[in-house]
């Protein structure tokens, strides 16, 4: 899951990677060895929808728990949110608050019962007992949306990260990056299906759960094994401009409070309708085995997001704001740089290696997640009206869809290179939060909702979404802005549209509901009730 701190990676002292090239590409060439072997692996088991899209239902509790963790944890929950420590302090923080909140709302509230109502995708959930063109329509338009932004800056992320590393300052080294990069992507997900993916996300968690916890050791260990000691190192250094403010809220929302209200609303209520981690759900055989995945996912994002406290601190400690601060990549360079001080090189090049593996593996998921929305949802169901004769077909069209996606996200990564992205995560919370989570909430919880309900919501959130954020500061008349503060159409003042589009994406539902006087099989919602508290008939086709 990619957090609204800028995931343009541009996270290194371009001094230092510079000067360990052949370590950086050694490091960055056994990560992608050791998991094109094991996506070679799973790739020899693919051999239905059921395989390429869940994976065969094979997962245990256990890995599915390190797989969603791998798909929740991304690059900016590591580098953004230790560098937003680092630099604020207290508000930083309630960056890793707010993340760890919103993974409780998806799972305990979402997650189970979407797995247990569908097939393949969030539409399955949401067409069950709808009327089934439109839905899965409006479902694979919203689930598109939130998957391209996504995906762009991951694609961005990974060619600025690995530039970097390797040296590369032109536009055309850095374009070839991406490419490389996005043939990388494809291949691993025509090869591996949801399988090998899966596989890459279990990796990635070990990888940056293991790394997180190593350094927050080293920098306890720097200071006595004592956290104390750590805050008052914070405090006390000498380019910490805010002094004991550092340890209080205050100081990077204090100005506009309202703005991190807004995003609070995106981060905590969008993660509940990100469809690449609800879709993680349909990779386990049973509900107990979804229930063993939400308790290892606790414990291991619990743990994650305390260690970036530590390390956020550590970071102000032994690094300092203004060399973090005006470091090429700003406050995402807080990690590295910390990573550099504790072990030098080669530390460094490790952590570069995680958040490159990182971006990897949600860039697959997303990939796949997208892939299966345009196969399964729209070709097989609205297209072909669920008759497929042949089973393979569906991989095929999907197979084709993921080399479509990937040069589209190819081209899109190229074009975004060096621009502010920020706003393209911003845009996948705040269209998953305006309209994937109404619509998924009120198909599970509320019988009287209807299709005209749903495609409100869906369509109008989204379009809520959209006009908000491009009338904002994120894309013109501030420092940060798209086009800068030369131009300037802003008409909007907040830079998240949460608090505004969300409860438009709800209100759509409700009124949409309410106005259809037809309403929907009464029969289908209980049905569809059982089947989302039990699992009963999960594993089953979702038609009607």
Same mark, same amino acid.
Request: charged share 10%; with cysteine.
């Given at each position: 899951?990619t957090?609204?701190i800028?995931?343009n ?6 001094e230092?990677a510079k000067?360990?090239p ?10 992608v060895?050791v998991t094109?072997?094991i996506?070679?692996?799973? #790739?020899r088991q ?6 390429f ?5 094979s ?6 728990g390190?797989?969603i ?5 991304s690059a900016a929950? $590591?580098?953004?949110i230790v560098?937003a420590?680092?630099?604020?302090g207290y508000d930083?923080?309630?960056y ?5 909140v919103?993974?409780?709302?998806? +799972?305990?509230?979402?997650?189970? +019962?979407?797995?247990n109502s ?6 399955d959930?949401l ?11 409006a479902?694979?338009?919203t689930t598109l949306a %939130?998957c391209?932004f996504y995906?762009?800056?991951?694609m961005? /992320?990974a060619?600025g990260l690995?530039?970097?590393l ?8 850095q374009s070839v990056?991406?490419a490389?990069?996005?043939?990388l992507m494809i291949?691993?997900?025509?090869i591996?299906?949801?399988k090998g !993916? !899966?596989w890459?996300?279990?990796?990635k ?11 927050t050791?080293w920098v306890?260990a ?9 805050? =008052?190192?914070?405090?006390?250094h000498p380019?910490?401009?805010? /002094?004991e403010?550092l340890?209080a809220? /205050?100081a990077?929302y204090?100005?506009l409070?309202?703005d ?6 995106a981060?905590v209520?969008g993660?509940?309708?990100?469809p690449?981690?609800l879709?993680r ?9 979804a ?7 606790i414990?291991?994002i619990?743990?994650f997001?305390l260690f ?5 601190y550590?970071?102000?400690?032994m690094?300092?704001?203004d060399?973090i601060?005006?470091?090429p990549g ?18 460094l090049?490790?952590i570069?290696a995680v958040a490159?593996?990182?971006?990897l593996?949600?860039?697959?998921g997303l990939?796949i997640?997208?892939?299966a ?16 004769t042949?089973?393979?077909?569906e ?7 993921v080399v479509?996606i #990937? ?5 899109g990564?190229i /074009?975004?290179q060096g621009?502010?992205i920020a706003?393209?995560v911003?845009?996948?919370f705040a ?5 994937? +989570? ?5 198909s599970? $919880?509320? &019988?009287r909702? !209807?299709? &005209?309900?749903?495609?409100?919501s ?5 379009a !809520?979404a959209?006009?908000?954020? $491009?009338?904002?500061p %994120?894309f013109?008349?501030? =420092? ?6 030369d131009?300037?159409f802003?008409w $909007?003042p ?5 608090? %505004?589009?969300i409860?438009? #994406? ?6 949409g509901?309410?106005?259809d ?9 209980? =049905?569809? =009730?059982v089947?989302?508290?039990t699992g009963?008939?999960a594993e089953k086709?979702?038609e009607h």
């Amino acid at each position: 899951m990619t957090s609204p701190i800028p995931d343009n990676v541009t996270l290194l002292a371009a001094e230092t990677a510079k000067n360990n090239p052949v370590l950086n590409i050694s490091i960055f060439l056994i990560f992608v060895i050791v998991t094109l072997t094991i996506v070679l692996r799973a #790739g020899r088991q693919k051999k239905d929808a059921n395989d390429f899209f869940a994976g065969g239902r094979s997962f245990k509790g256990w890995q599915n728990g390190f797989a969603i963790s791998g798909d929740y944890l991304s690059a900016a929950s $590591f580098l953004g949110i230790v560098g937003a420590i680092a630099i604020n302090g207290y508000d930083g923080f309630l960056y890793s608050i707010g993340f760890l909140v919103a993974w409780l709302v998806a +799972l305990l509230l979402v997650a189970e +019962l979407t797995r247990n109502s569908g097939k393949f995708t969030m539409a399955d959930v949401l067409s069950f007992r709808l009327k089934q063109k439109p839905v899965r329509v409006a479902a694979a338009i919203t689930t598109l949306a %939130v998957c391209f932004f996504y995906l762009l800056a991951q694609m961005a /992320g990974a060619g600025g990260l690995v530039s970097l590393l390797l040296g590369i300052d032109s536009k055309v080294g850095q374009s070839v990056v991406v490419a490389v990069v996005g043939v990388l992507m494809i291949v691993y997900v025509l090869i591996g299906g949801m399988k090998g !993916t !899966t596989w890459v996300q279990i990796i990635k968690a070990f990888l940056l759960i293991g790394g997180a916890l190593a350094m927050t050791l080293w920098v306890l260990a720097s200071h006595g094994m004592n956290f104390n000691n750590v805050l =008052e190192a914070a405090v006390n250094h000498p380019e910490n401009k805010i /002094g004991e403010a550092l340890l209080a809220p /205050g100081a990077q929302y204090g100005k506009l409070p309202i703005d991190f209200v807004s995003l609070a609303l995106a981060l905590v209520l969008g993660t509940a309708g990100l469809p690449h981690v609800l879709m993680r759900f349909y990779t386990v055989p049973t509900a107990k085995e979804a229930q063993k995945s939400v308790v290892w996912a606790i414990f291991l994002i619990g743990g994650f997001y305390l260690f970036t406290l530590v390390l956020g601190y550590g970071a102000a400690a032994m690094v300092g704001a203004d060399t973090i601060a005006k470091a090429p990549g700003g406050v995402n360079s807080a990690a590295p740089l910390l990573a550099n001080a504790l072990g030098g090189p080669l530390l460094l090049g490790f952590i570069s290696a995680v958040a490159f593996a990182t971006i990897l593996a949600v860039v697959a998921g997303l990939t796949i997640t997208a892939a299966a929305s345009f196969a399964h949802d729209i070709y097989v169901s609205v297209i072909k009206h669920g008759q497929v004769t042949d089973p393979k077909t569906e991989v095929k069209v999907a197979n084709r869809t993921v080399v479509v996606i #990937g040069i589209v996200a190819i081209v899109g990564g190229i /074009g975004v290179q060096g621009q502010n992205i920020a706003f393209l995560v911003a845009l996948a919370f705040a269209v998953a939060a305006s309209a994937n +989570l109404p619509t998924i909430l009120f198909s599970l $919880f509320w &019988r009287r909702f !209807t299709t &005209r309900g749903a495609v409100w919501s869906m369509i109008g959130g989204l379009a !809520t979404a959209l006009i908000l954020i $491009f009338f904002s500061p %994120v894309f013109s008349g501030a =420092e940060t802005s798209m086009f800068g503060p030369d131009v300037n159409f802003a008409w $909007f003042p907040l830079s998240n549209p949460g608090i %505004v589009s969300i409860p438009v #994406g709800f209100l759509l539902a409700i009124i949409g509901s309410l106005t259809d006087k037809r309403g929907e099989d009464p029969q289908k919602a209980s =049905e569809m =009730e059982v089947r989302s508290l039990t699992g009963y008939g999960a594993e089953k086709a979702t038609e009607h």
